[in-house]
């Protein structure tokens, strides 16, 4: 079984608070990442990791086709996330990581790198311009260092570790993430003229 997981439980500080609830042409930001997570047919299972802000994004966002799982030691950053997440998805044989913040990202991104699960190596992830990014597919073999990584850098150095496989995507997504109103001001003028 191949999980999703779109981490969703920062604090938006840059933003100046739940910038996930906040609309990008016609929906909440995390309803993109939710929404593309859903268009994969191999992903079998989804979960939304909520931290911050969860009864306001709660509130906002349509959350009926992932389950929801609530990361109470978010202050800790992205690390945490991710361990609540691996933790909800551990029966799965491989996990592919998207962010909540980064609305672009396509259901070919994420198929492209889901379609790495017979590769040899333990992980892939998409770089855009030769730079890492997300999607990221995390195989069962490293579910027990992810469990062991802590601050808010998340899975970046234990993956170059492992041998991660990389594929560039910036001919299938934007990898544009919004951490502030700027960037979603920006996301608004790249819908409009991408319409």
Known sequence: MIGGLVLAAGE????????????L??????EHA??????VPAIERIVVVLGSHAEEV???????????????RWREGISAALRTGVEAL????AIVVTLGDQPF??????????????????????TYAGRPGHPVLIK???????????????????LAGAGVR???CGHLCRPDDVDTHADLAAARRQVVSAG
Not at 58 to 72: P, Q, R, S, W, Y
Not at 105 to 126: F, G, H, K, L, S
């Open 12 to 23: 938006g500080r840059r933003f100046g608070g739940a910038k996930l609830a906040a609309e």
């Open 140 to 158: 069962r073999e490293l579910f027990a260092a992810v469990r062991a990584l802590r601050g808010d850098s998340g899975a970046r150095d234990l």
């Open 105 to 126: 990202i396509t259901p070919e991104a994420i198929a492209a790198i889901v379609a790495e699960i017979d590769a040899e190596r333990p992980a892939a992830r998409a």
């Open 166 to 168: 990389e594929l560039e």
């Open 58 to 72: 709660g509130a906002t966002v349509n959350l009926a086709e992932g389950e929801t799982v609530i990361c109470d």
């Open 25 to 30: 042409d016609g929906i909440p930001i995390l």
């Open 34 to 39: 939710i929404r593309a997570m859903v268009s």
């Open 90 to 93: 551990a029966a799965a044989d």
